[in-house]
């Protein structure tokens, strides 16, 4: 995240988050107060946006273990830089829509030729049939 030890002594938590944003991320209060329930041990996967020291919004995966020492609640857990996997997909959702309406259009425009080739045809083949049926014996 790019800050020393020294700055993330004199920090508080809610200085890191950025923004809530598009419902990706839970809100503070509610990544806190499930870290503070003794009941939860384990938070897995939990999708926050925080802020590097450069002031970057990245989107983060936050996995928690709570252990307890001297009976004191200790949190340990690894936090995750997800932001560019999370664009790719976004980008990859988008490109799949529009390679949808892509096949959409084309089908619907090679319909309509293919359907007048498939009336000539039979136009076509009825009228061979009659010849050929006028020919016998």
Known sequence: FGYSNDDLERMKVEEMYA????????SRNEFINKLQKKENKHLIGYKLILRKSNGE????????????????????????????????????IQANKMLEQFAYQISHDIRSPLS???????????????RIFQMMP
Do not use: E
């Open 19 to 26: 923004d809530y944003k598009n419902g990706i991320s839970v």
């Open 57 to 92: 919004a990245i989107i983060c995966a936050v996995d928690s273990r709570v252990n307890y020492f001297n009976q004191q609640v200790i949190h340990m857990g690894t936090i995750t830089d997800i932001t560019k996997p999370v664009n790719k997909k976004r980008k990859l």
């Open 116 to 130: 007048v080739l498939y009336g000539y045809l039979i136009y076509y083949w009825t009228i061979v049939c009659f």
